[in-house]
């Protein structure tokens, strides 16, 4: 750090006295050191963030606290630059352990000159805390969305080579596609012969989920399996007839029943 405040000492104490009541009213800790590092001034903000007094605190060395952390933000600002920190802090006087948010800024003279700087001292030990719980509990609701996504499209091995995907409940667009893809996987991974898509569990399905029923059917088809959809609701199947799909390669059946005993039938017959 910089050496001799000189007389750019009286500079930024006349600056703190111009701006003594928004200096004193702040609520954030405000410090104003000269060049030698050596604080010339502070607010009441910093002295309740620091738990020490204020005869301790002004004409303290900076550069020697006991928590070296905050070192580098303060010497910044001596070079004509800003400087942050963000992270623990242990005041030198009580111990105490919190979390400091620390922005400083050099301080100039009217011809430019760096005369000392100033630094903002931030207690984020609480609001910190805050964000780290609110994280938390995002990745816990992402981890449970995804746990309620899996239990939504439970993919079933029924029978040697035949899989069924039950569908229960309301089929977005979004949920089709998961649908179809945990579909797709287990179709390879199981060498499935039969996939069985069963709809006893949804009364409405809108066009963009048909679409994608009909592409999961078509796919599946691709890579050698025989659909089966079991369980259509008149409303369902209406929408079908309406949109106009084309099931010539899908095989129809009233229930999950007579699907499975129609893939067994065909697995005997190989």
Not at 80 to 95: L, M, R, V
Not at 128 to 152: C, F, K
Not at 163 to 171: D, E, F, N, T, Y
Request: glycine letters at 8%; hydrophobic letters at 45%; one cysteine or more.
């Amino acid at each position: 750090m910089g050496t001799g405040a000189g007389a750019g000492t009286e500079t930024l104490l006349a600056s703190a006295e111009r701006f003594h009541l928004v200096f004193e009213a702040a609520s954030v800790g405000l410090l104003v050191y000269g060049l030698d590092s050596r604080v010339v001034e502070c607010n009441e903000a910093i002295l309740e963030i620091s738990r020490t007094r204020r005869e301790q605190l002004v004409g303290l060395d900076l550069s020697k606290v006991k928590d070296q952390r905050i070192v580098p933000a303060v010497a910044e600002s001596l070079t004509g630059a800003k400087g942050f920190y963000q992270g623990p802090y242990d005041t030198s006087t009580s111990g105490a352990h919190i979390l400091v948010v620390i922005h400083s800024t050099p301080l100039r003279d009217s011809d430019g000159r760096v005369i000392g700087g100033v630094a903002t001292f931030e207690d984020a030990t609480e609001r910190l805390r805050i964000d780290r719980e609110l994280r938390d509990q995002l990745d816990l609701v992402q981890r449970q969305s995804s746990t309620i996504r899996a239990l939504g499209t439970p993919i079933l091995k029924v029978w040697d080579q035949v899989l069924c995907l039950p569908v229960i409940g309301i089929v977005d667009s979004a949920r089709a596609v998961e649908m179809a893809e945990s579909m797709l996987q287990a179709i390879v991974a199981e060498s499935t012969r039969f996939a069985i898509v069963d709809l006893t569990g949804v009364e409405v399905v809108d066009t963009a989920t048909a679409q994608h029923l009909v592409r999961l059917f078509r796919s599946a088809e691709l890579v050698g399996v025989e659909s089966v959809l079991c369980g259509i609701r008149p409303a369902v199947a209406q929408t079908i007839i309406d949109l106009g799909m084309d099931m010539d390669h899908v095989r129809t059946m009233g229930t999950m029943y007579h699907a499975l005993k129609f893939c067994i039938r065909r697995l005997d017959e190989v």
